[in-house]
Nanobody, 121 residues
Framework: QVQLVESGGGLVQAGGSLRLSCSAS????????MGWYRQAPGKQRDLVAA???????NYADSVKGRFTISRDNAKNTVYLQMNSLKPEDTAVYYC???????????????WGQGTQVTVSS
């Protein structure tokens, strides 16, 4: 059993900052990558940022230079530091992890429950 728990969402003013955290727990053999997605009402869920085991990062163009993704491997935790927030960043943010639960299992995706981020103008 694997569980992803997110925290850090909330309401902030434009230009403010927020830091999201996501911790994975349970039977985890290896995490291949972790990332953050977001979804606004009536829109599709899109990748915001991701980080792989090799340390490679990927950001949506809309957040480059403002958001930073990082990972604490010892704690199986991924963070998203969000600075210079804009109203357009308002969405539910979902944590994602691609991982193996044992040496012999295949990799699969797990999702957190989502945390609301609201940025006021």
């Amino acid at each position: 059993q694997v569980q992803l728990v997110e925290s850090g969402g909330g309401l902030v003013q434009a230009g403010g900052s927020l830091r999201l955290s996501c911790s994975a727990s349970g039977s985890i053999f290896r995490i291949n990558a972790m990332g953050w997605y977001r979804q606004a009402p009536g829109k599709q869920r899109d990748l915001v940022a991701a980080i792989t085991n090799g340390g490679s990062t990927n950001y949506a163009d809309s957040v480059k230079g403002r958001f930073t993704i990082s990972r604490d491997n010892a704690k199986n935790t991924v963070y998203l530091q969000m600075n210079s927030l804009k109203p357009e960043d308002t969405a539910v943010y979902y944590c994602n992890a691609n991982l193996k639960t044992s040496r012999y299992s295949g990799s699969r995706d797990y999702w957190g429950q989502g945390t609301q981020v609201t940025v006021s103008s």
